[in-house]
């Protein structure tokens, strides 16, 4: 299948632990962040977002933190499960450009 | 609901060949952006389409073409091949803007 990020940051956690992946983005004029999965062989699958105007928002298990000051994004997966192992991508958008701009992605990989 | 659906899913062509890839956008969505995924690096931004008009478009050469038709498939062609066209070739469709962008599986062209 599809060898999605060769040469990525890898975070390595044990099933059952918290993880938090970051993401510095780089277009003060964003005001719109998404976090997607890619697994291998997969297109990218969204799973979480925010807008500019928040700077926390929660899903199932899955909390996003977003910092305007310092231009940071972060996803924080609790429980983590052999499922979660993919490469995570956060991508900022703006509706001028009509693009999303995805960042360079981390693996996360767990362990059983 | 339909999810994004591409074709094909993989496809080799010669350097200098033209290949033209298809996609179906999710039901209810009428704009459908077109990326290119390296191998491990993130998706890059192609063009978008919105009601069959090209509605933005990123740092890719015009022999990067688009279609958009009125039940809101989308073609990506692109001309004579270079090596470094080799990638995924991902599609997402959105409802009216940038915002929530679901992708499909992507189609994996190799240019040899």
């Known amino acids: 299948g599809e060898n999605v990020g060769l040469h990525l940051p890898t975070l390595s956690v044990q099933e059952g632990d918290n993880s938090i992946i970051n993401c510095a983005y780089s277009?003060?004029?964003?005001?719109?962040f998404i976090w997607y999965k890619q697994e291998s062989g997969k297109g990218p699958q969204f799973i979480i977002d925010?807008?500019?105007?928040?700077d926390k928002r929660q899903g199932q298990r899955v909390t996003v933190l977003l910092n305007k000051t310092v231009k940071h994004l972060s996803l924080q997966i609790a429980a983590t499960q052999p499922g979660d192992s993919a490469v995570y991508f956060c991508?900022?958008?703006?509706?001028?450009?009509?693009?999303?701009?995805f960042g360079s992605g981390t693996r996360l990989q767990v362990q059983p | 609901e339909t999810g994004v659906t591409q074709s094909p899913t993989h496809l080799i062509k010669t350097r200098g060949q033209q290949v033209t890839l298809r996609c179906s956008s999710q039901?209810?969505?009428?704009?459908v952006s077109w990326y290119q995924q390296a191998l491990g690096q993130g998706p890059q931004f192609i063009f978008q389409?919105?009601?069959?008009?090209?509605?933005g478009r990123g740092n890719f050469p015009p022999r990067f073409s688009g279609l958009q038709f009125p039940n809101y498939s989308s073609e990506l062609n692109v001309n004579a091949l270079e090596l470094d066209d080799s990638a995924l070739y991902l599609c997402?469709?959105?409802?009216?803007?940038?915002?929530?962008?679901?992708f499909g599986p992507g189609t994996r062209l190799t240019v040899t």
């Open positions: 277009n003060s004029a964003s005001d719109y």
């Open positions: 925010i807008r500019s105007n928040m």
């Open positions: 997402a469709s959105s409802a009216g803007d940038v915002y929530e962008q679901y």
């Open positions: 991508a900022e958008g703006d509706t001028g450009r009509r693009a999303l701009t």
């Open positions: 039901s209810g969505h009428n704009t």
């Open positions: 389409y919105y009601r069959e008009e090209e509605n």
